[in-house]
T-cell receptor, first 114, second 110 residues
Framework: AQSVTQPDIHITVSEGASLELRCNYS??????LFWYVQSPGQGLQLLLK??????LVQGIKGFEAEFKRSQSSFNLRKPSVHWSDAAEYFC????????????FGTGTQLKVEL | DAMVIQNPRYQVTQFGKPVTLSCSQT?????MYWYQQKSSQAPKLLFH???????NEADTPDNFQSRRPNTSFCFLDIRSPGLGDAAMYLC?????????FGPGTRLTVL
């Protein structure tokens, strides 16, 4: 069965600093990969996705992620964090041909210090 | 704007009193999902519909039922809510392997 690991439960960064959120997956082949963001009391918003092709993916709100097959990783990055980025971030995978069912990581709570 | 709408946003029910949560979409997507998300946890898939075909996750309690009368609407019925069913319930739709989420319904069980 596929699984997703987000090793950092909480991360605190200063506004303007760079950010990297880690995500590792376990799956026999390359799954479809996603990053979602959730603000308190809200639903999930898709930041970016990777299906195939260029391993560096650009998303909304200035986020990007890099797929590294050798490390089974899909880390999320942002060069300069804004206070409004404070939220919970979920990495998710979907096995191709698996019926469009997402498996989520446990999430990383991002706090931004002003 | 095309979207996924969930009503109500906040629902309070009593222990054992049936409750229904609703989801509608204007995206015309053929796949719809219900997730349960407890505090500080990842969303957990309860079931999903591919058109009218219902797919239940193996560990979804029998207390949870769903109906999809047409493409646009999907309902989550909790027949006898327990305190452990207090959670955020998220509805999502899907097309081309991408899921679109509604804002969620926060369920409180007293």
């Amino acid at each position: 069965a596929q699984s997703v690991t987000q090793p950092d439960i909480h991360i605190t960064v200063s506004e303007g600093a760079s950010l990297e959120l880690r995500c590792n997956y376990s799956y026999g082949a390359t799954p479809y990969l996603f990053w979602y963001v959730q603000s308190p009391g809200q639903g999930l918003q898709l930041l970016l996705k990777y299906f195939s092709g260029d391993t560096l993916v650009q998303g909304i709100k200035g986020f990007e992620a890099e797929f590294k097959r050798s490390q089974s990783s899909f880390n999320l990055r942002k060069p300069s964090v804004h206070w409004s980025d404070a939220a919970e971030y979920f990495c998710a995978v979907d096995a191709p041909g698996g019926g469009n069912k997402l498996t989520f990581g446990t999430g990383t709570q991002l706090k931004v210090e002003l | 704007d095309a979207m996924v709408i969930q009503n109500p946003r906040y629902q309070v029910t009593q222990f054992g009193k049936p409750v229904t949560l609703s989801c509608s979409q204007t995206l015309n997507h053929n796949v719809m999902y219900w997730y349960q998300q407890k505090s500080s946890q990842a969303p957990k898939l309860l079931f999903h519909y591919y058109d009218k075909d219902f797919n239940n996750e193996a560990d979804t309690p029998d207390n949870f039922q769903s109906r999809r009368p047409n493409t646009s609407f999907c309902f989550l019925d909790i027949r006898s809510p327990g305190l452990g069913d207090a959670a955020m319930y998220l509805c999502a739709t899907s097309i081309y392997n991408e899921q679109f989420f509604g804002p969620g319904t926060r369920l409180t069980v007293l």
